[in-house]
């Protein structure tokens, strides 16, 4: 049989944690991608290398559907490996992840797309591909330039696996809630379906905006005072704090074109500046 | 003389790069070997995703060995001249050579071997690679496209030692990445090609592509189907895959709803598959992908996988569809006042008025033959897809989708084609009124708020719109006075801009319209073969801005021009519009009539006869035949200047020929503005 939802992920984490990776828990705080998590950011960020694999919970509240879309979550699970510096097999490493699942790459089509990767609100950039499995975006696939607006020297290799994606490939289910999670009759729906009709009708029709707004303020003012402080992790945090309550704000639909811009160069001024910060305390240079 | 062969191994070259990275590497090498002497036969380059190949036939062994002798100062000079030229050679005194007094360095190079010459070369190509964006990877400084994995350098058996950054060559390399992924060992250029196919690398693009295409057409037609032809893709799949095979999958014909441009779109953009019709020119619920592998199961798996992931992708398609009808494209448009076209020239609900108005004065004022109501309607529903759900997921489809959304909404077809169309060059006439009245709204607006092109900036594309707009002027006959319609179209503008500031300024920024719409015009008839010296001569005369009138008064001048009466008639021209130059010749009243050279009188009988008919053949529009007016004075014109001096002793007699000659450069003016015209 195939591997249900849980047993990918502790497949991953067995594989990577022999590659020396350090496995670590999701981090405790809303984001949008298994990217924010500090043990890719700043991780990223000076000479020390550094291997980590984690699960991080992604929220997007604007991919939110109610739960009647087979395919889109408003919240859903990457699985985040960074590699530092990247190693030359990178690629192998990889690809010996994907046969450790399940996948043959003899009986798959196994490809890797350009796609280069930017994330306008942490200053970063990288190069790299989308990784297909028989015409399915799998994997993003990233080799770090830029984290923060600083140059990564050595470059950290990132690859990001779309959890439900993966999983619903190899249990050949067309249905995200149709997922077995487990082995013994709990499926993907049963725990999150009631959480996505929830969460969309809060973030596109409940949430107070007011409030919201409020929060991302609240949220800036508090990064600058960490800042001052000399207090770069705290000050990410609210960096991703603000990130999470504009992406909410925009599921809320009250942000314009026009504005989104400045919204996304706020955040990305608050990350560079911690990021710049997290540079200073550990004594890396630029 | 031996073969040189280069592999450099990476990981997988994004497939749009691979064209320009081959001929970049044919031509760097080129170049290189020519500054260093070393020659070579034929170079041929290759590129599949992980690999840029070049093979140079029959390289010389050395470069030829040269001697250089360089002058250098008198013995006698001073001991800095000395030093200065030491310096600049390298040498000590005692190499240097004396003769007649003056001192000379000699320069020997011994020839450079092949392998230094290419190693070298192969080193600094790496090194300076143009590619469109490199990156560095794991603790290195060196930049590639993707990480660098290899190098093999074999100049005929020898392998030519490069290392960069820690990558040194080799006579080692990989096969296909799942089929074969030990190491290969090659042998050089001759046997490079046949070792890698053995081990599922087609290592040349032509042969992949030619594989491609053949193999899935002959899936489709298996299939009872045809391909659709996309050449585009068949570069970019074989650009993808080392070992190409296409496979046939299908799928749910209940997608057949959504429209066919979403499907193929779809298909095309986010898979890289073809799409096919079958024997009626439908589209078939098929598709073909392109795997890079031949899988254990004959391929079951990947169509398997792929059908799915098009079902995932043409089921959200559907579901926007689906939404879409439900609303009116006319309760849609209500949206677009939410949406900013510019911030200084408001949204997009107050485009979509300014251009009902133009479009329905082109229709009411006769430029457009097409009925004004539908006119109108289709201009305000031009642009309401822009917020559509599918519009949102597949911008490329602006216009193509209202125009559907339209159709099964009920519009009349006209008003659903105006609306696919009117982003292009259309022939229906409703399409046309609206297609040009968006262009000119989007040329007059970015113009009224000095937002005009530059140099070889052009944010808002506004050259493209005026060769649109000429395009669907000309190309439809539309007649129509570019003054009034620009004047217009800003006027449309004034609620946006603030009365006060459109009207102070409507008369200058309309000409500068008209100008722009006639470099534009120069341009794109240059391209047609017209002689934009002879659009000049029409364009000053002033007063003429129906495009179509004036593209037909250019033609017939360049007709006639060509001709021997038109070629001598330019002649004469210029020889008396130089005399009244030279003369700052004004035109008097006086003149003596009395003692007229027979010349003179023919002349005047000829410019008596020839300015009615040519008044009139314009008139009529009938320019051939004021051309035909013109060449009627060539004959008189040449033998007054053989015959007649115009400067006269008698001052009269210079006086009332300087007259008749300016009377014949205005008559000829009338026509065209000879002194435009070159030659």
């Known amino acids: ?286 | 003389m031996a073969d040189f062969l280069l592999e450099l191994l990476s990981e997988e070259i994004p497939a749009r790069m691979q064209a320009k990275a081959r001929n970049d590497l044919a031509r760097l090498f080129a170049e290189s070997m020519g500054a260093a002497g070393l020659e070579t036969g034929a170079i041929t380059t290759y590129s599949t995703p992980r690999r840029l190949v070049l093979i140079a036939r029959e390289v010389a062994e050395a470069t030829q060995a040269s001697r250089e002798e360089i002058k250098g100062p008198r013995s006698s000079a001073p001991p800095q001249a000395l030093e200065g030229f030491l310096r600049k050679t390298g040498l000590g005194r005692e190499q240097l050579e004396e003769r007649d007094g003056v001192l000379f360095a000699i320069i020997e190079r011994s020839g450079r071997t092949a392998a230094d010459v290419v190693g070298a070369a192969v080193k600094s190509i790496i090194a300076d690679f143009p590619w469109p964006k490199s990156m560095r990877w794991g603790a290195g400084s060196m930049r590639w496209v993707r990480p660098l994995q290899g190098i093999v350098a074999i100049l005929g058996e020898e392998i030519i030692p490069v290392d960069i950054d820690g990558v040194s060559s080799s006579a080692t390399t990989v096969g296909h990445r799942f089929h074969h992924p030990g190491p290969i060992t090659i042998g050089g250029a001759d046997d490079y090609v046949e070792k890698l196919r053995a081990c599922h690398v087609i290592v040349d693009q032509e042969e992949r592509e030619r594989l491609i295409r053949e193999e899935a057409h002959a899936a489709a037609a298996e299939a009872g189907l045809m391909l659709l032809d996309d050449e585009g893709l068949v570069v970019e799949n074989a650009g993808l895959t080392e070992w190409p095979v296409p496979l046939l999958g299908r799928f749910d014909a209940d997608f057949l709803d959504v429209p066919r441009e979403v499907i193929v779109l779809t298909m095309r953009t986010n898979q890289r598959y073809f799409a096919c019709v079958d024997q009626e020119a439908n589209l078939a619920p098929a598709f073909v992908c392109v795997a890079n592998v031949g899988a254990s199961d004959g391929g079951a798996a990947i169509v398997e996988g792929n059908r799915r992931v098009l079902a995932a992708r043409l089921s959200d398609a559907r579901f926007f569809w689906e939404q879409d009808l439900k609303l009116p494209l006319e309760e849609q448009a209500k949206k677009l006042d939410q949406i900013v076209f510019h911030e200084k020239l408001g949204t997009v609900a107050a485009k979509a008025d300014r251009i009902a108005r133009i479009a329905t004065w082109l229709s009411e004022s006769g430029a457009v033959q097409a009925s004004a109501p539908q006119v109108e309607r289709a201009a305000r529903l031009a642009k309401a897809d822009l917020v559509t759900g599918m519009v949102g997921e597949f911008p490329e489809l602006q216009g193509v989708i209202g125009g559907h959304l339209a159709r099964a909404q009920g519009e009349a077809n006209e008003v659903a084609d105006a609306i696919a169309d009117h982003y292009g060059s259309p022939a229906a006439p409703v399409s046309i009124a609206v297609a040009l009245a968006d262009k000119l709204d989007t040329i007059c607006a970015f113009f009224s708020i000095d937002q005009k092109p530059t140099g070889s900036k052009d944010p808002f594309a506004l050259r493209r719109a005026a060769i649109s707009s000429i395009e669907i002027i000309v190309g439809n006959r539309l007649r129509l006075s570019l003054t009034e319609a620009v004047r217009g179209a800003l006027a449309s503008l004034a609620p946006q801009l603030g009365d006060d500031l459109a009207v102070h300024r409507l008369d200058r920024t309309a000409l500068e319209i008209l100008d722009f719409f006639a470099d534009r015009l120069k341009v794109q008839q240059r391209e047609a073969g017209v002689r934009h010296d002879l659009i000049d001569a029409v364009f000053s005369l002033g007063g003429e801005d129906d495009l179509v009138r004036l593209l037909a008064r250019v033609a017939a001048l360049q007709d006639f021009v060509e001709t021997e009466d038109g070629a001598d008639l330019l002649v004469a021209y210029k020889r008396a519009a130089n005399i009244l130059k030279k003369e700052k010749w004004e035109g008097t009243n006086s003149g003596s009539d009395g003692d007229l050279a027979a010349e003179e009188r023919a002349l005047i009988n000829a410019l008596d006869a020839a300015e009615p008919k040519a008044s009139s053949a314009i008139e009529a529009e009938d320019f051939t035949a004021a051309m035909a007016a013109l060449a009627s004075l060539r004959k008189p014109i040449d033998d007054f200047f053989d015959h007649v001096t115009v400067n006269d002793p008698d001052p009269a007699k210079r006086e009332r020929r300087l007259n008749l000659l300016m009377r014949f450069r205005d008559a000829v003016n009338r026509v065209a503005d000879f002194s435009k015209i070159e030659g």
Request: glycine share 8%.
């Open chain 1, 1 to 286: 049989m195939s591997l249900s939802f849980q047993d990918l992920i502790l497949t991953l984490h067995r594989y990577w944690g022999e590659q020396g990776c350090v496995i670590l828990q999701p981090y405790d705080m809303e984001m949008g991608a298994g990217t924010f998590h500090p043990a890719t950011v700043l991780r990223a960020l000076g000479p020390d290398a550094w291997k980590a694999a984690y699960v991080q919970p992604c929220r997007r509240p604007t991919d939110g559907r109610y739960g009647e879309n087979p395919n889109r979550l408003g919240h859903y699970y990457q699985y985040q490996v960074v590699l530092k510096p990247s190693p030359a097999n990178l690629q192998e490493l990889y690809l010996g992840s994907l046969i450790e699942i399940g996948i043959d790459p003899l009986k798959h089509d196994i490809r890797f797309v350009e796609d280069d990767w930017e994330s306008p609100t942490l200053g970063a950039w990288g190069l790299g591909w989308e990784v297909w499995c028989d015409g399915m975006e799998v994997t993003q696939f990233t080799y770090f330039q830029q984290v923060g607006g600083f140059e990564c020297r050595p470059v950290t290799g990132e690859l990001t696996y779309g959890l439900e994606r993966l999983a619903m490939y190899i249990q050949g289910v067309d249905n995200v809630f149709d997922l077995r999670f487990n082995n013994e009759g709990v499926n993907y729906g049963d725990i999150f379906l009631e959480n996505e009709v929830e969460m969309s009708t809060y973030n596109f029709e409940v949430a107070n905006t007011d409030t919201l707004f409020d929060q991302f303020r609240k949220a800036a003012a508090e990064c600058e005072r960490c800042l001052e402080a000399k207090l770069p992790i705290p000050a990410y945090e609210q960096a991703i704090r603000a990130s999470h309550t504009f992406n909410t704000l925009q599921a809320r639909g009250v942000i314009s074109v026009a504005e989104r811009q400045a919204y996304i160069g706020r955040v990305r001024d608050l990350a560079k500046a911690a990021c710049g910060a997290w540079m200073d305390v550990k004594g890396y240079a630029a």
